[in-house]
């Protein structure tokens, strides 16, 4: 119990202060500058244009960038004079919180055209206005997108400015085809967006291949293309998922449930800063967000190391941009009034994030024509390792070893499993490759990282080419390790110095954020000719360091410890990964749960004794069984009754015509009481003269003439003794408890007169 005393109460006791967690850099967002081009024909039908209208609410509200900047405006085809192919809808806004607030509100001003108010769809007219908005007055540095949205195919039969009607069709052709070269001129990327079966499919990917083809990264995902769905509901889901691509952002899409409700979304560790999106249908739907760990965030300011942007409350739709997110689930609950429950409410997020490498050669000091094994690892910013191949698709990874002496290698890094690769899909890309035999002098390889959505990110490592034999040679054995904050993991250094002079070797862990682990001890100076095995520690940092990235899962810290010679030009020994999952402390029953079963075990225990101690006590005092036995002042038994279960274990009974025909008969609250003694015999309660003591072989007196004693047990008497089976039997006196030692042999005369 004091042993367990003072567990608990160090438990319970008040932690230090602990170091301050180290601040992460601050995130660069990339702009984009685009526009939103929305068919407004006559052949839209209400839902089709209320889907329009939400979609390009999600990617202007949803953009995660405050930089940015949007324009949206509407077209159909004007045929008549005072008739316009294209309606204005949102001025050129930036997308900081103000705007974001203003583009979510006009939006809300496009419409479908009645049939005299030009009902055709001008490609033409809709894609002169887009390049116009986006190349007027901005800056040229930055990506310009044009979103077409659509449900038919060109028509602009009806539309004078094309000329004789005969010829419309024709130099329709010809405009657009003007105009798709002008966009691709000015820079201007082209993603068409088809819904419903009229658009020609053809014609949608003519008009994304006719405008920029580069696009913000040299990948072929954010190459522009056409997409297609089959109707309305598709809409904005696919819009997301292409203004995704051309914004290189990630992209997930959530469930889609009616209030209430609860909906959930991931947002992936390499994410700093997305935006979740929530489409609600009725503008009445409230709408709260609660993070990984089941906390309500904030719609404003900031809230645990995250700033959190709400924008388009008062909307059909709704976004919360997030910088510096807690990675996990994200849950979004919806909740509405009676009436306002018959749409459903969809979630995605749209995020952009940093993905960093960490590269190492085994041996980082290679000789000439020797075989190195170069690795690069995927982190997040901080140093955390990357496990989930999903947070990384589409990933590119490029390396290149450079030196004297040789010209520059090309290397394959692969994460396949195939050797020298040691495992597939694990976040860890290797290759091989042979030094040079012309090498001489510094070795450099270089990785480069490319995703859309992420940060390219170029990773180098230096080394030199080895002589012959190093003055200094090293094995370091650092066992992958599965620890808690605050925790050590413990391994060793073999260190063979075959110099004249001492060397003194320099220890640190790289590549992730400073403060995260630490080695000690931090320099070992090895003396000449010595050969020795050192012991390190790598510490992990404290829980206040981690903050609330440390769930349940964990995290993984995929560091690097790097040994260098400072004796012998700063000359790198070892660079080998080390890997550590840094799961929370154990709670109280984690760690004790041992001495809690056990302790649960013992009360068990100790319960099933009382009981036993209990209901053997019960059954040494249960009067059941006992036969009672009443005698006359010859001694003759008069008769024989069976004790049954009593009450509080007395059996009560009473004795009933005692001058007549005495016998004993069972009465609740009877002046008589008895119950077994623990010692043997019996105890004999008397109303008003407390209780004796009737031994085995003893009696005790009920009345003047009449005596109480114990007969033979009979526990599994099964018939009723009549008065021809009953023999009388004198009673033995006790000396210590009979009142009446009387002896003699009754006959049978003497029994049956009282019957």
């Known amino acids: 119990m004091l042993g367990g005393a003072t567990v608990l109460m160090s438990l319970l006791a008040p932690p230090g202060p602990g170091p301050v967690p180290a601040a992460a850099s601050e995130p660069a967002f990339t702009s984009v500058n685009y526009a939103v081009a929305v ?42 004079g005072d008739q316009r192919a294209v309606d204005p809808v949102c001025p050129r806004t930036t997308l900081d919180a103000a705007g974001r607030e203003a583009v979510g509100a006009c939006v809300g001003k496009l419409r479908s055209r009645k049939k005299d108010e030009g009902t055709g769809t001008d490609f033409p007219s809709a894609i002169r206005q887009g390049v116009h908005e986006l190349s007027t007055g901005t800056d040229p540095s930055e990506p310009r997108v044009l979103f077409l949205l659509t449900d038919g195919e060109m028509d602009v039969t009806g539309s004078p400015q094309y000329g004789d009607p005969a010829h419309r069709e024709a130099e329709g052709e010809r405009q657009l085809e003007l105009e798709l070269k002008n966009a691709a001129a000015q820079r201007v990327q082209i993603w068409p967006l088809g819904f419903g079966p009229a658009p020609d499919k053809a014609q949608l990917d003519r008009m994304a291949a006719g405008g920029y083809q580069k696009g913000c990264v040299e990948l072929p995902s954010a190459r522009p293309t056409a ?20 914004h290189c952002l990630r992209y997930e899409q959530g469930p889609s449930k009616r209030p209430p409700a609860t909906l959930e979304i991931g947002i992936s560790p390499l994410a700093t800063v997305g935006s979740i999106v929530v489409d609600k249908g009725d503008p009445a739907v409230r709408i709260t967000y609660l993070d990984p760990s089941g906390h309500p965030v904030p719609t404003s300011g900031t809230y645990r190391k995250s700033r959190f ?43 952009q994030g940093e993905l960093r490498g960490s590269i190492t050669m085994d041996p980082p000091s290679p000789q000439a024509g020797q075989k190195t094994t170069v690795t690069m690892r995927l982190q997040t910013r901080e140093g955390y390792e990357i496990k989930d191949p999903r947070d990384y698709e589409g990933l590119r990874v490029s390396s290149e070893l450079t030196g004297d002496g040789f010209a520059p290698l090309e290397l394959r890094l692969a994460d396949d499993g195939k050797a020298p690769d040691p495992g597939k899909s694990d976040g860890s890309f290797t290759g091989s490759v042979t030094i040079p035999k012309s090498a001489s002098g510094a070795l450099k390889v270089s990785g480069t990282l490319t995703a859309s959505g992420l940060s390219a990110d170029t990773r180098s490592e230096g080394g030199q080419i080895a002589p012959g034999v190093l003055p200094v040679t090293t094995a370091l054995t650092l066992p992958a390790a599965d620890t808690h904050p605050g925790a050590t993991v413990t391994g060793t250094l073999a260190v063979h110095n075959t110099s004249s002079s001492p060397h003194t070797l320099r ?121 009672l036995q009443l005698v006359s002042e010859d001694g003759d038994i008069l008769g024989e009754h069976p004790a049954g279960h009593g009450h509080k274990q007395w059996y009560e009974f009473a004795v009933v015509e005692p001058h007549r025909s ?73 000396s210590a408890t009979a009142t009446a030692p009387a002896t003699g042999e009754g006959g049978s005369g003497g029994y049956g007169s009282y019957l």
């Open 39 to 80: 068919d407004e024909s006559a052949s839209l039908a209400p839902e089709d244009m209320k889907a329009e209208k939400a979609a390009a609410a999600r990617i202007a509200l949803g953009d995660v960038s405050s930089s940015s900047h949007v324009t949206v405006f509407g077209f159909a085809a004007a045929e008549s």
């Open 227 to 246: 997409g297609k769905v089959s109707g309305a509901k598709d809409v904005g889901p696919m819009l997301e998922k292409i203004f995704a691509a051309a």
């Open 309 to 351: 942007e709400l924008a388009g409350a008062g909307g059909p739709v709704e976004a919360l941009r997030i910088i510096d997110p807690v990675p996990g689930v994200w849950k979004v609950k919806a909740e509405a009034a009676e009436g306002h429950r018959s749409l459903p409410v969809g979630v995605s997020v749209l995020w």
């Open 507 to 627: 220890l640190s862990v790289a590549d992730l954020q400073p403060g995260l682990l630490s080695i000690t001890p931090a320099q070992i100076v090895v003396e000449p000719g010595k050969s020795e095995t050192r012991e390190v520690t790598v510490e992990v940092a404290p829980e206040g360091v981690f903050g609330d990235r440390l769930g349940d899962d964990g995290l993984r810290l995929g560091g690097t410890v790097t040994v260098v010679d400072t004796t012998d030009s700063g000359r790198t020994l070892v660079r080998s990964p080390l890997s550590v999952r840094v799961t929370p402390e154990p709670g109280i029953w984690d760690t004790y749960w041992w001495a809690f079963l056990s302790a649960a075990a013992l009360l068990a225990l100790a319960v099933v004794a009382a009981l036993a101690l209990l209901r053997q006590r019960r059954s040494r005092r249960d009067p059941f069984g006992l036969v």
């Open 662 to 734: 005495p016998r004993i008969e069972r009465r609740n609250h009877g002046p008589y009481a008895v119950r077994r003694s623990p010692e043997g015999g019996a105890v004999l309660r008397r109303r008003g003269a407390g209780k004796t003591r009737l031994p085995a072989n003893g009696r005790v007196p009920l009345t003047e003439a009449l005596s109480l004693s114990l007969g033979e047990e009979t526990r599994t008497r099964t018939r009723t003794r009549t008065p021809s089976d009953r023999r009388p039997r004198p009673a033995t006196p006790d």
